[in-house]
C-alpha cells in the first residue's frame, strides 16, 4: 500500500531502502493501521521528536515548554482505493489521543507541496506554526508547513 501511495502521491518524497524500517523508525511511541473491508486501508504514527523535526521546537519556544513535551503525528496515509471515508480523520484522531493520554502536544511536519494533508490537518483544527526550509541532504532542501494541534481546553 506504501508503495501504491508513493507512485501516485509522491509520499514518502523519497522512496526509503527500507520500507518497513521507515514505518517503525527508533523514536516510535506506537502506530495504528486502519482497516476496510478487511483490508489495511491506512496508517499514522506517534513519534518522539527527532533531529531534522521542526514542529516541535517551534511549539516549545511557543509554549515555553521541553521538546520533550510534544509527540510527532507522521507516516500518516490513507490507501487511495480508501480515501473518502473519514480513515486519515480518524488515524490523526487516534494518535492525538495517544499523545494526549501521555500528557504529549501533538505536532507534525508536512510537505509543503502536500496540499491535501495540509487541507486535512487544518479542516482538523490544526495551528500553523511556521512554513520553514529542511535541508534533507547536501542536494535537497524542501519547503514543510509545521503544525500543532489545538489545544482543547
Do not use: K
Amino acid at each position: 500500500m506504501l508503495a501504491e501511495v508513493h507512485e501516485r502521491d509522491g509520499y514518502p518524497v523519497n522512496w526509503p531502502d527500507a520500507p518497513d524500517a521507515w514505518l517503525t523508525p527508533p523514536s516510535l511511541i506506537a502506530s495504528w493501521v486502519a482497516e476496510l473491508d478487511g483490508r489495511i486501508a491506512g496508517h499514522v504514527g506517534l513519534s518522539r521528536s527527532e533531529a531534522g523535526d521542526a514542529a516541535p521546537g517551534l511549539w516549545a519556544v511557543r509554549a515555553g515548554v521541553s521538546v520533550d513535551t510534544t509527540a510527532v503525528v507522521n507516516r500518516l496515509f490513507v490507501a487511495p482505493s480508501a480515501r473518502g471515508h473519514g480513515i486519515g480523520a480518524l488515524l490523526v484522531a487516534q494518535a492525538l489521543g495517544a499523545a494526549q493520554d501521555r500528557a504529549l502536544h501533538p505536532v507534525l511536519d508536512v510537505v509543503a507541496s502536500d496540499t491535501a494533508a495540509a487541507a486535512l490537518y487544518e479542516r482538523l483544527g490544526w495551528q500553523l506554526l511556521a512554513t520553514v526550509e529542511q535541508q534533507w541532504s547536501p542536494e535537497q532542501t524542501i519547503t514543510v508547513r509545521c503544525y500543532a494541534a489545538a489545544i482543547r481546553r
